[in-house]
């Protein structure tokens, strides 16, 4: 695929139309999030809304965020950002934060803080810090506790696919350093029994933090329209911290996410300050250099452009198309919907031998879907957005049409991606798959990108 042409920076510039119109022609093979084809990954609202988030980043472009001296204009909006927030998810006055670049950076940083805060007591003499969080969490987590050598302990979840309260009891030891648990769960889209994590952290004297990156955003609002949804937020005691991501249902620029503490006593030790480097006294709040002032000041220009009714009215379409898909889904004999009560985020599976669920999804995507695979169970996943209000008679009759091919034809299921997944969910060994899937990104990531697909 490579020619000399495009491994080399060309020789003499190109003009910049040309250039634009190279990036736009290589948008071609990728999913079609404009038609709300995707069911993961942009969370798109429009064209207006687009337009009004590009002039926002663009006009904090160049500015960065590193020195907080620098650029006073951002301060002020990450502060007025963590402030909305926090009143947001019911936190005092003295709830304080930073923004970060995203959900991971949200959850690897409370690791890194917790651990170093439990570094910082002197009775803690853990030689390998623990932390526990449910089988359900968001895989972020996995990538924190191997990137600051926690080790990850995960608590079974019940059959309702929330966390195990009473098997998180049975795991706490003198190592843990932390709880987690989600609002909701990104597979399932559940929210774990978080009043009774509050408690058992609070007897335990343990930090615990609730992963509201997908949830942050929608659920204060979802509350607000009469669903029922379980205190999530500062509310429960026991709560020391909250992730909650701006570029999902915040509906900002990616590259946006809050990360709130109930107090600085545990900010503090997110706090990163070098006093004898030679480039100078060297202080960062959060695990970034160098911080996008664009993704900070679209993330304001959206807080306060959609306000409170804005929000409200999203949550409101994003709810009624969701119970709407779900019906659909629910009349497709041989389909069930793995969680209970309805969220926008959700996993629907096979109910019937003769569907294999992967199968489905290969039909889907040859019409043209984006749709994710979860594994332990088997599922096809969905994330709402207001914009599939449009969509949803054309996704539930494709959905059917794919469902009875599959059903007519079960040697699908041993073909194209379905075989992939089935044959890596039958692997019992887990090292030998991830093995594979190392050999795969080495291939991604090779000098030839020699993509698998
Ligand atoms: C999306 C998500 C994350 C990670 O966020 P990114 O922005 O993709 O880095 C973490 N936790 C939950 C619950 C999420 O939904």
């Keep these: 695929m490579d020619n000399d042409q495009n491994i080399r920076i060309p020789e ?107 570094a910082s007591q002197r009775s803690f003499r853990a030689k390998k810090p623990e932390m526990i969080a449910p089988e359900s969490v968001h895989v972020a987590w996995e990538k924190a506790a191997r990137y600051f050598g926690v080790k990850m302990v995960h608590a079974p979840l019940r059959s309702d696919l929330r966390v195990d309260v009473d098997a998180v009891k049975k795991l706490i030891n003198k190592n843990t350093i932390l709880l987690v648990g989600s ?35 929608l659920l204060p609002f979802v509350e607000k329209l009469g669903h029922r949804v379980p205190p999530f937020d500062f509310r429960i005691p026991g709560v020391t911290s909250i992730s909650a991501d701006l570029h999902k249902y915040g509906y900002s620029a990616k590259g946006a996410s809050v990360l709130l503490y109930r107090n600085m006593k545990y900010l503090r030790h997110q706090f990163f300050v070098y006093e004898n480097w030679p480039g100078g006294i060297f202080i960062s709040p959060a695990l970034l250099g160098t911080r996008p002032g664009g993704a900070i000041a679209a993330a304001w220009a959206a807080m306060k452009v959609l306000g409170m009714n804005g929000y409200l009215d999203l949550a409101q379409k994003v709810m009624q198309t969701t119970a709407a898909l779900q019906d659909g889904i629910r009349s497709i004999p041989g389909l069930e919907i793995l969680s209970d009560p309805e969220m926008s985020v959700f996993a629907y599976q096979s109910s019937s031998k003769k569907i294999n669920i992967y199968a489905v999804g290969d039909q889907m995507e040859a019409k043209g879907w984006q749709v ?78 020699i993509m698998p697909y």
């Excluded at 006055?93 to 805060?117: A, F, Q």
């Excluded at 029994?193 to 997908?214: I, Y």
């Excluded at 049409?401 to 073909?415: I, M």
């Excluded at 089935?422 to 190392?438: F, S, W």
């Design 372 to 449: 994710d695979r979860l594994q332990r169970p088997a599922a096809l996943h969905a994330m709402v957005t207001p914009l599939h209000e449009r969509i949803i008679d054309e996704f539930i009759a494709d959905l059917k049409q794919s469902v009875e091919k599959v059903r007519n034809d079960p040697s699908l299921a041993a073909k194209g991606n379905a075989a992939l997944y089935g044959m890596i969910a039958r692997v019992p060994l887990r090292g030998l798959v991830k093995k594979e899937v190392l050999k795969m990104m080495e291939k991604i990531y090779g000098p030839d990108m």
């Design 12 to 118: 003499k510039g190109m003009a910049q139309s040309e250039v634009l119109e190279l990036l736009r022609s290589y948008k071609k093979e990728d999913i079609n999030y404009k038609d709300s084809k995707n069911w993961s990954l942009v969370y798109y609202l429009g064209e207006e809304h687009t337009r009004f988030l590009i002039e926002a980043f663009s006009s904090f472009f160049s500015e960065n965020a590193l020195n907080p001296m620098a650029f006073k204009s951002l301060k002020r909006f990450e502060h007025e950002v963590v402030r909305m927030t926090a009143n947001l998810l019911n936190g005092d006055s003295n709830v304080v934060g930073t923004m970060t670049s995203g959900g991971t950076e949200s959850c690897l940083l409370p690791v890194m803080t917790y651990r170093d805060l439990a």
């Design 183 to 217: 609002a909701p769960s990104y597979p399932h889209g559940v929210i774990d029994p978080l009043a009774e994590l509050g408690a058992l952290a609070l007897e335990h004297r343990l930090p615990f933090h609730v992963d509201s990156c997908l949830g942050g955003f």
